[in-house]
């Protein structure tokens, strides 16, 4: 069984502030570590993705993470963030073996950029 | 690039009463995923289709059911409705090139409101 925690449920920032958004979790087997986004009213895009090598990745709109395997986190980071960063942020595990291919969401972030 | 197509985008049902949820996913994909978006709260999954045979379950009532076909789309469908399953319903795709990619692909949601 896998579980994603993201323990902050509203980020807000203010507009060219640097942002991160955490994600732990927790599962009993090898996993893939996804972040999406989702714009009011619309569907999920993803930001970025680890599947494996480099721990640090790049993704859209300048965001990236880092996989660290011993404190089992994928935080999400930006530099500096805009007003059209506004949005849900969720964090989701994907089992990495055959089998169970579907994700697993945290309760996701809404992270509030402020002029 | 063509995009996952869900329809209708909006339904409102009244309770006990029976929907159908169409999902088109990207062409050449032959994996569709169902989510369930409650509001204010994370995706969860539903259930998936791959090569026209489910191939996991997740939380789905046993009032839902769902198929894929010979074109690949899904169809799920929702009977003896209730108040609490008024959500956000995402589909999902993978495969063709991408599949190596690991990426599932989300359409924009059909939002289900049942009175």
């Known amino acids: 069984a896998q579980s994603v925690t993201q323990l902050d449920s509203q980020v807000p920032v203010f507009e060219e502030a640097p942002v991160e958004l955490r994600c732990n979790y927790s599962?009993?087997?090898?996993?893939?570590l996804f972040w999406y986004v989702q714009y009011p009213n619309q569907g999920l895009q993803l930001l970025l993705k680890?599947?494996?090598?480099?721990?640090l990745v790049k993704g859209i709109n300048g965001f990236e993470a880092e996989f660290n395997k011993s404190q089992t986190s994928f935080h999400l980071r930006k530099p500096s963030v805009h007003i059209s960063d506004t949005a849900e942020y969720f964090c989701?595990?994907?089992?990495?073996?055959?089998?169970?291919?579907?994700?697993?969401f945290g309760s996701g972030t809404r992270l509030q950029v402020q002029p | 690039a063509a995009g996952v197509i869900q329809s209708p985008r909006h339904l409102i049902k009244e309770k006990r009463e029976t929907a159908t949820l169409k999902c088109y996913p990207i062409?050449?994909?032959?994996?569709v995923y169902w989510y369930q978006q409650g509001p204010g709260q994370d995706p969860q999954f539903l259930i998936s289709?791959?090569?026209?045979?489910?191939?996991d379950k997740g939380s789905i009532p046993d009032r839902f059911s769902a198929q894929q076909f010979s074109d690949y789309h899904s169809e799920l469908n929702m009977s003896s409705l209730e108040l609490g399953d008024s959500a956000l319903y995402f589909c999902a795709s993978r495969g063709g090139g991408t599949r190596r990619f690991d990426e599932q692909f989300f359409g924009p949601g059909t939002r289900l409101t049942v009175l």
């Open positions: 062409p050449r994909h032959d994996t």
């Open positions: 289709f791959y090569e026209k045979m489910q191939s």
């Open positions: 989701a595990v994907r089992n990495r073996d055959t089998g169970r291919r579907a994700l697993t």
């Open positions: 680890y599947l494996s090598g480099s721990t």
């Open positions: 599962s009993s087997v090898s996993v893939y």
